[in-house]
Nanobody
Framework: QVQLVESGGGLVQAGDSLRLSCVAS????????MAWFRQSPGKEREFVAG?????????PSADSRKAPFTISRDTAKKTLYLQMNDLRPEDTAVYYC??????????????????WGQGTLVTVSS
């Protein structure tokens, strides 16, 4: 398993931007597919965006009620990012990064990931 540590969460106002980071402790960072999930109180965990070990990214189809999210990584820094723009109160959640070895596709199922960070809280006020 890989140790993952997220950071970058906090309290922001609607319309603000935020960038989350997730540092991985592994020598084979570029061989892992990774993803961001989020979970709000009383709701199920939700896939936000993923990046395959090849660099291919996947973000669910744009929803006019959701802020645009962009996933990226820096393999030299072994860091995964999630850029969140135009945040809205419904984006309030604990955001988790997750990792799995390789993978043929970007999986949207949390059950396919075997390493998880502790989460970072994002609170968006209206």
């Amino acid at each position: 398993q890989v140790q993952l540590v997220e950071s970058g969460g906090g309290l922001v106002q609607a319309g603000d931007s935020l960038r989350l980071s997730c540092v991985a402790s592994t020598f084979s960072f570029s061989s892992y597919s990774m993803a961001w999930f989020r979970q709000s109180p009383g709701k199920e965990r939700e896939f936000v965006a993923g990046i395959r070990y090849t660099g291919d990214t996947y973000t669910p189809s744009a929803d006019s009620r959701k802020a645009p999210f962009t996933i990226s990584r820096d393999t030299a820094k072994k860091t995964l990012y999630l850029q969140m723009n135009d945040l809205r109160p419904e984006d309030t959640a604990v955001y988790y990064c997750a990792a799995r070895w390789a993978g043929t596709v970007v999986s949207v199922s949390g059950n396919d990931y075997d390493s998880w960070g502790q989460g970072t809280l994002v609170t968006v006020s209206s």
